[in-house]
């Protein structure tokens, strides 16, 4: 190399290295060792977590790292050596549960949650905050790391709207299940008196024949009371009077426990006895029109927890279904099957078969549909199969049909034996 080009490197001027970072306040940089100074520096600038020293006597912010810059929204040159209250919150109503950052909590070590920090365009941020008070020489300072949290808190507060208008949800659904459940008992009720219309006559029939037995042995054992001879004969009449007396009133004290409120009294029954005394008040109509009354029970049904009249009325409801049928087909006579027997260990199955004129495959889809009627004006409000239905979904019970044209229809009732545990 040539003694000039030497010159030249000579006169050169010596690099100087610019350090990356921002430096650290001058009572907090380490002065002895420079290297282990910039690496603290590095370590400082560089933190997951936004980073503040705060001057206490001087209530400045004298240093602030790439995170804290990136939280308050400020450049360097706009916070470093600032007043550290402009990051506190000002005019704005805070969030609930929530408060605003203070002087006071930069002038005590610990840790704070859910306070609101105010940046360059007047947002709020929520940040967690984490202060060591320090004593370097003369001066006190505050270390204080914040961090974020403002994403987690809007998800909360999102979550909490969420749940406030979900429970609201619910309780409209309530409300909705509520009224249905009252329209259903108006419904059912609204289905006794049309059954009880249905029944009249030959409920009417049925109390007629013993007043008539009431009335002429009453008037017998009037006519014969002079004479001594005939107490015998007066003794026989007033055991009839009774007897006749006695089947009235069984028949009215059933028609009472039958318009009952039916979401009384659940308990444990047996079926046999409720298919019984559904068919009390009709046994007489099925003699009339030559229709047989076939009872096939099971010797091994278990009773049932449900309530007596509530299933008398789904028993009365297909029995007089069963009837009509018959009559519709004009063969002077038929027969109704009445079967029960053990599904299952949980389920009891009741089948009602008659050979009546069956039901087409359109209607069958809309038998249970309220108002639904295939029968002739005056004769039925299409209200017996849609109460069954409502009837059998409270006890988790199903209810299908099997039918054909001019031969006949099967209802197959499945019950479960406690429909609590459904």
């Known amino acids: 190399m040539s003694k000039k080009a030497k010159i030249k490197i000579a006169e050169r001027a010596p690099l100087k290295l610019v350090p990356a970072v921002a430096p650290m306040p001058p009572f907090v940089r380490v002065t002895k060792n420079e290297k282990v100074a910039e690496q603290l520096e590095a370590l400082f600038e560089n933190a997951n977590d936004a980073i503040l020293v705060v001057d206490l006597k001087k209530k400045e912010i004298a240093a602030a790292n790439l995170q804290a810059l990136e939280l308050t929204g400020y450049l360097r040159s706009e916070i470093v050596g600032d007043s550290v209250s402009k990051l506190f919150p000002t005019n704005r109503e805070l969030p609930e549960h ?17 306070l609101v ?20 020489g003369r001066n006190h300072v505050a270390m204080c790391i914040f961090r974020d949290v403002t994403e987690k808190k809007n998800m909360e507060r999102e979550l909490i709207t969420k749940h406030g208008e979900l429970r609201n949800a619910y309780l409209s659904l309530e409300k909705a299940n509520a009224e249905h459940r009252a329209m259903q008992d108006t419904l059912v009720e609204s289905g006794k008196l049309a059954a009880l219309g249905e029944l009249a006559a030959g409920i009417a029939h049925e109390l007629n024949q013993p007043l008539t037995g009431v009335k002429g042995f009453a008037q017998e054992a009037l006519a014969t009371i002079p004479n001594e001879k005939k107490l015998e004969s007066i003794k026989t009449c007033l055991e009839e009077v009774v007897k006749g007396a006695e089947k009235m009133e069984r028949i009215i004290t059933h028609l009472r426990k039958f318009t009952r409120k039916s979401t009384e009294d659940f308990e444990w029954v047996d079926v046999h006895e409720v298919i019984d005394e559904s068919l009390v008040m009709l046994a007489k109509q099925f003699r009339s029109r030559g229709i047989e009354v076939i009872r096939e029970y099971g010797s091994d049904v278990p009773k049932i927890y449900c309530n007596p009249f509530q299933l008398e009325q789904v028993f009365i409801n297909l029995a007089t279904n069963a009837r009509d049928a018959i009559e519709s ?17 949980k389920i009891v199955e009741v089948q ?13 889809s809309k038998i249970f549909n309220p108002f639904f009627t295939t029968k002739e004006v005056g004769k039925g409000m299409g209200l017996g199969l849609s109460i069954t239905h409502g009837i059998l979904s409270r006890l988790h019970a199903s209810i299908i049909v099997e039918s ?15 429909y609590r545990g459904h």
């Open 98 to 114: 929530s408060q605003g950052l203070a002087l006071t909590h930069l002038e005590n070590s610990g840790f704070f949650e859910d």
């Open 404 to 418: 054909q044209l001019n031969v006949g229809t099967k209802f197959v009732i499945k019950v479960p034996v406690d």
């Open 329 to 345: 087909k004009r063969a002077g006579r038929g027969k109704i099957v009445i079967r029960t027997l053990r599904h299952s260990s």
């Open 352 to 364: 009602f078969e008659d050979d009546g004129t069956g039901i087409t495959e359109a209607a069958r």
């Open 117 to 136: 920090l105010q940046n360059k365009d007047g947002m709020y941020r929520f940040v967690s905050l984490s202060v060591k008070v320090l004593s370097l």
